[in-house]
């Protein structure tokens, strides 16, 4: 079962436009990480973000976290093509070992 | 420093036939996690493994199953296999016992096709 739901399922934005994408999740967690796809290859990741945290920047990156309503958002300022893939929230589960779950992801395109 | 390596990387097969993919996990990691990833899907947890033993396993029938050697390389077998088996299966590496506050590194998996 997946943990994770991540909204919207795709989107659509023009190039230099920002991008934001949502997660919500099921049950209580050590840390968030989002991760990014191209064209059905390996998973990269982006950014951890730890439950005790509520915000966390990385270069044109921007993760919010808010335990109390199980949701997370990704902000990607001035978007680029490359930045066209899939990105997808994954959780663990507190008391769990290490173990991440993922949610069905978002599918993100930059138009030129 | 290699990352995260799969092998091979498509691979082909017919219903009812078995295969094994191969995992080397980034230096330095000795917990391995496989996923199955079907067309448009997130990633769906398989199992993990730690000291050459299976810890943690999702909702996969025992068809799959796996092994970690020594060296913390590990296998994911997949026996019987059916058409839904299609899929790009990841691997991935992490450090066991941080309570999962280390990022897990992916190789870029290996694209399964059953005919």
């Known amino acids: 079962s997946q943990q994770g739901e991540e909204d919207p399922q795709a989107l659509s934005i023009q190039e230099g436009e920002n991008a934001t994408m949502n997660c919500s999740y099921k049950?209580?967690?050590?840390?968030l990480q989002w991760y990014r796809q191209n064209s059905g290859r390996g998973l990269v990741h982006l950014i951890l973000i730890r439950s005790n945290e509520r915000e966390k920047h990385s270069g044109r990156l921007r993760v919010t976290l808010d335990t109390s309503k199980k949701s997370s958002s990704l902000l990607i300022t001035a978007s680029r093509a490359a930045d066209t893939a899939s990105y997808f929230c994954?959780?663990?589960?507190?008391?769990?070992?290490?173990?991440?779950?993922f949610g069905k992801g978002t599918r993100l395109h930059i138009l030129p | 420093d290699a990352g995260v390596t799969q092998s091979p990387t498509h691979l082909i097969k017919t219903r009812g036939q078995q295969v094994t993919l191969r995992c080397s996990p980034k230096s330095g990691h000795d917990t391995v996690s496989w996923y199955q990833q079907a067309l448009g899907q997130g990633p769906q947890f398989i199992f993990q493994?730690?000291?050459?033993?299976?810890?943690q396993r999702g909702n996969f029938p025992d068809r799959f199953s796996g092994h970690q050697f020594p060296n913390y390389s590990s296998e994911l077998n997949v026996n019987a296999l059916l058409l839904g088996d299609s899929a790009l299966y990841l691997c991935?590496?992490?450090?066991f016992g941080q309570g999962g506050n280390t990022e897990a590194f992916f190789g870029q998996g290996t694209r399964l096709t059953v005919v």
């Open positions: 994954a959780t663990d589960q507190m008391n769990r070992d290490d173990k991440i779950i």
């Open positions: 049950t209580s967690i050590n840390n």
């Open positions: 991935a590496s992490s450090i």
């Open positions: 493994y730690y000291e050459e033993e299976e810890r």
